[in-house]
Structure formats: structure tokens, C-alpha cells
């Protein structure tokens, strides 16, 4: 592997403080694909729908018993 040189020289403090900047980078990540309604949330609204038809099969029973 090839040594690249450095245009910069480095300079070190013979007195004082040495002091170093850390400079924070943003660091970017796959986007995360989110389903638009959750597995529960499907699940819910499917007991939801089978709740509401077994009310109206009950519904048509009690006035055909009652005619």
C-alpha cells in the first residue's frame, strides 16, 4: 500500500495545553420501512368486524323468532 503525504504538518506545543476539537459527524443509516397499519392493529380491527357481524346474524335470529 502506497504512503500518501501530507499537505499539513503537525504542530505540537512546546508550553501550554494541547488541546483536540472533536467535531461530531452525522452518521447515516438505511431508512427503516414501517408498515402503515401494525400486524395488531389488523388483528383488532378483524375481531372488530367478525364482533359486529355475529351481533347482526344474532340480531336477524331474534326477529325471526319473534315473528
Given at each position: 500500500m502506497?504512503?500518501?503525504?501530507?499537505?499539513?504538518?503537525?504542530?505540537?506545543?512546546?508550553?501550554?495545553?494541547?488541546?483536540?476539537?472533536?467535531?461530531?459527524?452525522?452518521?447515516?443509516?438505511?431508512?427503516?420501512?414501517?408498515?402503515?397499519?401494525?400486524?395488531?392493529?389488523?388483528?383488532?380491527?378483524?375481531?372488530?368486524?367478525?364482533?359486529?357481524?355475529?351481533?347482526?346474524?344474532?340480531?336477524?335470529?331474534?326477529?325471526?323468532?319473534?315473528?
Amino acid at each position: 500500500m502506497p504512503e500518501v503525504k501530507s499537505i499539513f504538518r503537525e504542530v505540537l506545543p512546546k508550553q501550554g495545553q494541547l488541546s483536540m476539537e472533536d467535531v461530531p459527524t452525522m452518521v447515516l443509516c438505511k431508512p427503516k420501512l414501517l408498515p402503515l397499519k401494525s400486524v395488531t392493529l389488523e388483528k383488532l380491527e378483524k375481531m372488530q368486524i367478525e364482533a359486529q357481524e355475529a351481533i347482526k346474524q344474532q340480531e336477524l335470529a331474534m326477529k325471526k323468532q319473534v315473528q
